[in-house]
Structure formats: structure tokens, C-alpha cells
């Protein structure tokens, strides 16, 4: 089992830079592959972006392409969100997730694939 804490939200200007953070704990951290999802208010629960378990393989959705980066560190058990150039459209709360199966680029979107959540952080980007 995996427990997931999300920190690095705030308030940022658009055109602004955030880095997210998503510690874990347990001794498996490396056994998971990881993701971060968001969800905006009065909207489902979407996906961002996913890494493999090694770091070798990384997905993202359309609409963060070219501005979001996600890599981990397995010897920090920390995954990270780094988005550059923000957008209002990107405000929600950001969530990191675990899932204990292989993530490719035909699941890693798919909510029902990943086993542990973090609570979420906030993530404000003002116009």
C-alpha cells in the first residue's frame, strides 16, 4: 500500500510556472506507475499526464503537451508536475495517483487504472 501527499499549488499569474510535488510512502514507490490528474470545478476528474515505473515512458494529455513535464525521482519517492507556461484553463485541483499496473498510452488516462489517490492540491492561475 501507498499513501500519496501533493504539495506546490498556489496562485500563479498565467504565462507563470508551478512544480508539483507528490510524496509517497512505503517501500514500493518504484513498483508503481504514476500519474496526476485534475479536476476543475463542475468537471469529471481528467487526465494529465503518466510515468512509468522507471521513468522511461511518459504520456500527457493534448491540452498540457509542450508545457508540462513529469518525471520521479524512485530514490525520493517523489513524483513531480512541472507546468510551465499556464493558462487560466488549467486551474483545478491536482491530483497524483499510483496504479500497481503497466500504464501505456492506450490506459494511462483511464481513472479505473490507478489503485491509490492523494488528496489533491490547488492550483489558481489568474488571467
Known amino acids: 500500500q501507498v499513501q500519496l501527499v501533493e504539495s506546490g499549488g498556489g496562485l500563479v499569474q498565467a504565462g507563470g510556472s508551478l512544480r508539483l510535488s507528490c510524496a509517497a510512502s512505503?517501500?514500493?514507490?518504484?513498483?508503481?506507475?504514476m500519474g496526476w490528474f485534475r479536476q476543475a470545478p463542475g468537471k469529471e476528474r481528467e487526465s494529465v499526464a503518466a510515468?512509468?515505473?522507471?521513468?522511461?515512458?511518459?504520456y500527457y494529455a493534448d491540452s498540457v503537451k509542450g508545457r508540462f513535464t513529469i518525471s520521479r525521482d524512485n530514490a525520493k519517492k517523489t513524483v513531480y508536475l512541472q507546468m510551465n507556461s499556464l493558462k487560466p484553463d488549467d486551474t483545478a485541483v491536482y491530483f497524483c495517483?499510483?496504479?500497481?499496473?503497466?500504464?501505456?498510452?492506450?490506459?494511462?488516462?483511464?481513472?479505473?487504472?490507478?489503485?491509490?489517490w492523494g488528496q489533491g492540491t490547488q492550483v489558481t492561475v489568474s488571467s
Open positions: 495517483a499510483a496504479s500497481i499496473r503497466s500504464l501505456y498510452s492506450g490506459n494511462y488516462y483511464n481513472r479505473r487504472e490507478y489503485d491509490y
Open positions: 510515468i512509468s515505473r522507471s521513468g522511461g515512458n511518459t
Open positions: 512505503g517501500r514500493t514507490f518504484s513498483t508503481y506507475a
